[in-house]
């Protein structure tokens, strides 16, 4: 067989498998994530994280803070930080699982009326 022949032998055989592992493929386990449900105090709730997982949170809300959870069976976690954020300031969240489980979240700053230092209701 030439050399050619040989290639698209090769090229059958590669795109006949790859169909059958797309087949048996099982559903894309879900991405962890995590949502801010509370500034006062700032709460984050995170889910599709690991069984069980250690999860440290590294938290910039009007200055750095740390925290660490584990996630319960089904890979969920509620932390209150204990850390009130103040008006107009931006929240970032990141998550790192010690499985390998990772998650941001990015909470902008909102457009501020020029009131007093009181706290955003969300």
Request: hydrophobic residues 45%; positive net charge; contains cysteine.
């Amino acid at each position: 067989m030439n050399a050619l022949g040989a290639l698209l032998l090769a090229s059958l055989a590669a795109s006949g498998s790859a169909g059958a592992e797309t087949s048996e493929r099982r559903p894309a386990a879900r991405e962890p994530a995590l949502r801010i449900t509370s500034l006062r105090p700032l709460t984050v709730r995170g889910h599709h994280f690991r069984p069980q997982e250690r999860v440290k949170l590294l938290i910039n809300a009007d200055g750095p803070a740390a925290r660490a959870v584990t996630a319960s069976a089904d890979g969920a976690f509620i932390v209150r930080t204990g850390l009130r954020v103040e008006r107009c300031s931006a929240v970032v969240v990141q998550a790192i699982g010690n499985r390998g489980s990772r998650a941001t979240i990015d909470a902008p700053m909102p457009e501020c009326a020029s009131v007093g230092p009181d706290v955003i209701d969300r």
